[in-house]
């Protein structure tokens, strides 16, 4: 009977604990719920260069959009032949008709 109560009171404890806790974050505003509190230079960093990268992504990516369909099956092998992976590449393909 003594270990019954014993357990109940932990379980109940545990709970306390979890509500209490749920409800702390939920009092936070959405910001104060972040955790790392601020991103970390690494990432800073990387976010800055993607930004970059991403220009330059769609430099090319608009130059393949406007291209037929034959030169863009050229300029892709021109891209492997550099060791690029044509994959990104794939939704910068211009409109064409389509087959059955």
Known sequence: ???????????????????????????????????????????????????????????CCEFLLRATPPCFLSYTRDLARIGLDVDWFRGCEPDRPATI
């Open 1 to 59: 009977m003594v270990g019954r109560v014993v357990t109940i009171i932990a379980l109940l404890v545990i709970v306390v604990i979890c509500i209490a806790t749920i409800t702390r974050e939920d009092a936070l505003e959405p910001e104060e719920q972040c955790r790392p509190a601020s991103l970390p230079l690494y990432v800073l960093e990387s976010c800055h260069a993607a930004e970059s990268v991403f220009e330059a992504f769609s430099v």
